[in-house]
């Protein structure tokens, strides 16, 4: 069987001929999918390592792989890819962290704003998700998921990059005509909670040079504004020409 099928190993080193696989994904794996001696299968460990495997025993309680190649970087973007969004009420940003992981973004910052209304964040919860769409996206990197942080907290510690803060003004530069994108190594998307962002906020922004950008004509949802902005910026950095 040629497969597309990913498991998530994060032992998985470069140098390695054979790995084991137990618990929670030896069990999707030979309990639920069904797999068996001589499937092949792609083990990744969130690093960036993807291992091109077949299965050569199975026990009652593991499996064992061997390795037939490793590859780096393998479904991953060029450039550094940061998501920074507002923490949002219900499972809203369950929904974000799926599609951007899968989309390939390499850091997402859950911010507290002045008007973000959800205090709480289930960390485990979202890495869970993002583990699950690593694996169903055919990335070799798990995105980190950073815990709740304030925005000015944020803008002091993260300078490093060309930040692009989402807000609907007339001075925003729309993100398809942004020509500056493909200059940069290390990017970071920002969105705004439900209630947009505060006045100081975009002072703020102002202040630190991000750069103002719309997203088009309509009034979008944080969490469509969040997975149009990053699906744009994934295409966008794909593209060679």
């Known amino acids: ?9 994060p032992e998985l080193d470069q140098g390695q001929e054979h790995i084991s696989i137990t618990d929670r994904e030896y069990h999707h794996l030979i309990k639920v999918r ?6 092949a299968i792609w083990a990744v460990n969130g690093k960036g390592l993807a291992a091109f495997c077949r299965i050569e025993a199975i026990s009652n309680d593991s499996a064992e792989l061997g390795i037939s190649k490793i590859e780096s970087h393998r479904g991953e973007l060029p450039r550094h890819l940061t998501l920074a969004i507002a923490n949002l009420k219900g499972d809203h940003l369950d929904l974000v962290v799926e599609k951007a ?12 704003t002045d008007r973000t209304i959800k205090k709480g964040l289930k960390q485990e919860r979202l890495k869970r998700i993002a583990v699950s769409a690593m694996k169903q996206s055919r990335r070799s ?10 925005f000015q907290e944020m803008v ?13 003004d007339e001075s925003s530069v729309e993100l398809t005509v942004n020509k ?11 969105i705004g909670p439900e209630g947009d962002w505060s006045k100081d906020e975009i002072d703020l922004a102002s202040n630190s040079d991000y750069t103002f950008t719309g997203l ?3 009034r979008l949802r944080a969490e469509t504004a969040a997975i149009h902005a990053v699906g744009l910026l994934s295409a966008l950095l794909q593209d060679p020409a």
């Open 141 to 150: 990197r798990l995105p980190a998921i950073h815990p709740l942080t304030s």
């Open 216 to 218: 088009g004509p309509r």
């Open 1 to 9: 069987m040629i497969s597309g099928e990913q498991v998530y190993l």
């Open 101 to 112: 992981t899968e989309l390939g973004v390499h850091e997402i910052i859950p911010l507290m």
């Open 156 to 168: 002091s510690s993260r300078q490093d990059a060309y930040h692009l803060f989402c807000h609907a």
């Open 34 to 39: 069904r797999f068996v001696v001589g499937d």
């Open 180 to 190: 500056e994108l493909k200059k940069q190594r290390n990017l970071t998307v920002l």
